[in-house]
Nanobody
């Protein structure tokens, strides 16, 4: 059974930093890109950043320069370094990945359970 498990969320003061991690586990043949999304209370889920299997990255325009996504292919893990955090960054952060299980010939979309990030003033 494939799972995405996030960690690293928590409470931080404005201006602080957090590093989120997301590890894919299970019988995995291939991972075709991993992404971070976030959803604030009363708002739609939005893309934060993504990284493809070749290491290419993309970011939400409003977050460029403060957030950095990176990945470790051997560990099937993606990270999100968040700096200069502000109260408006408060949200549940979700990991997302396209994964092909060892027993399958096609990719499926997987989501983690989410990790809460709260930024206080």
């Amino acid at each position: 059974q494939v799972q995405l498990v996030e960690s690293g969320g928590g409470l931080v003061q404005a201006g602080g930093s957090l590093r989120l991690s997301c590890a894919a586990s299970g019988s995995i043949s291939s991972v075709d890109g991993m992404k971070w999304y976030r959803q604030a209370p009363g708002k739609q889920r939005e893309l934060v950043a993504g990284i493809n299997s070749g290491g290419g990255t993309n970011y939400a325009d409003s977050l460029k320069g403060r957030f950095t996504i990176s990945g470790d292919n051997t560990k099937k893990t993606v990270y999100l370094q968040m700096n200069s955090l502000a109260p408006e960054d408060t949200a549940v952060y979700y990991c997302n990945a396209l994964i092909r299980e060892s027993s399958s010939s096609y990719f499926r979309n997987y989501w983690g359970q989410g990790t809460q990030v709260t930024v206080s003033t």
